[in-house]
């Protein structure tokens, strides 16, 4: 299979190195915002480099496309993938609002293309497991917490071009508890900022989040996110709490609670790979059976990160 990559940066450089230990799979192109840049990467993986995306997809001959770029660059992209037919993977969030990824569901919806977005924590075999503990029980309640450091990108500190942490990264946990406890009816979003813009230049996303949800099936969440804290230091993790007792989660480990009995399971598996693996399959075969987040749902988290934007920002709950 022929592969392209668009984006040389961070996260394009970790698929192009699961890409390249798969079997009949070649990194054929890699397009970066210069040919330059483009060039020095795909010179690694012994692939062409290209400085526009027409270019690439006129030249080659490409089964699928990889889309890693930062939030405010989606749109054009996959428009021009979409009208070529070709199936592609896009690292999340789909955009910085829901406004664009609405319409480019449409697109995908239309022409019944593959698709997978990158949220690969529902390829954890934590999140496989946990899965499992939860069938039959009743969630009462979720807290959910993301908290880091200020990435080092400039476009990340832009609220116009990376949305904030909440729609950047919280994301991640708002798909899982969609995908572990069903679809979100309401939600209320406080953010706060002011220690940042002391530290960095040019910063306009918010210091942290606390924001809650309410779910159709009348369970309770709630998030809170930061990235104040200093590099190296941080945590990912969500709590369930059901009639049955707590389960602890974080993508490695899984610790159940119950009365008199605690057990904990630890996990050491490749999420990306197996994400990877799922979607190139499916592409391989025509047909879309495994991939746990196509387009089309991985929008509707969109829509919940992009109302917690606007909750926070309105001041007011929005109903979902
Ligand atoms: N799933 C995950 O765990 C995970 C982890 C990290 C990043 N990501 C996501 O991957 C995406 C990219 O993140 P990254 O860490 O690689 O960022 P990065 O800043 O390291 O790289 C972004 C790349 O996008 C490309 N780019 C930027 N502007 C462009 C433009 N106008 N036209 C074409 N290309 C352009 C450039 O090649 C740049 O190198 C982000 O959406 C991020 O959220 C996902």
Redesign the pocket.
């Known amino acids: 299979m022929k592969i392209g990559l668009?984006?040389?940066?961070?996260?394009?450089?970790?698929h192009a190195g699961l890409l390249e230990k798969m079997k009949d799979v070649e990194i054929s192109a890699i397009?970066?915002?210069s040919t330059r840049?483009?060039e020095e990467m795909a010179a690694g993986f012994g692939a062409k480099g290209y400085g526009a995306?027409k270019s690439m997809l006129e030249a080659e001959s490409l089964d699928a496309v990889y889309i890693?770029?930062?939030?405010?660059?989606h749109g054009v992209?996959e428009e021009e993938l979409i009208q070529r037919g070709i199936p592609f993977f896009v690292?999340?969030?789909l955009g910085v609002d829901d406004e664009l990824p609405n319409h480019i569901c449409e697109l995908v919806e239309e022409r019944s293309l593959i698709t997978s977005v990158?949220?690969?924590f529902r390829y954890l075999e934590s999140v496989e497991k946990m899965k499992d503990l939860l069938r039959g029980s009743k969630i009462g309640m979720v807290t959910a917490n993301w908290s880091g450091s200020m990435?080092e990108?400039k476009?990340?500190r832009d609220n116009n071009q990376?949305g904030g942490q909440f729609v950047?990264?919280t994301t991640?946990l708002v798909d899982l508890l969609r995908f572990l406890c069903g679809e979100i009816d309401e939600i209320h979003a406080f953010f706060g900022e002011g220690h940042l813009k002391n530290v960095y230049e040019n910063v306009t996303v918010p210091d942290v989040g606390s924001v809650n949800m309410k779910l159709k099936n009348g369970a309770v969440a709630n998030f809170s996110n930061t990235c104040i804290l200093p590099a190296g230091t941080g945590d990912v993790r969500m709590v369930f709490y059901t009639e049955k007792g707590i389960l602890e989660w974080s993508p490695k480990q899984l610790k159940c609670i119950e009365a008199g009995r605690d057990t904990i399971y630890r996990f050491h598996d490749n999420p990306?790979l197996k994400e990877s693996e799922i979607f190139l399959d499916a592409v391989r075969h025509g047909k879309d059976n495994g991939i746990l987040s196509p387009y089309q749902d991985a929008v509707k988290t969109q829509q919940i990160t992009h109302a917690a934007t606007v909750s926070a920002r309105d001041r007011f709950s929005v109903k979902l």
């Open positions: 668009v984006g040389t940066g961070g996260f394009s450089r970790l397009c970066g915002r840049k483009a995306l890693c770029v930062p939030p405010m660059v992209i690292e999340k969030p990158g949220y690969h990435p990108v476009w990340w990376s950047e990264q991640h990306y």
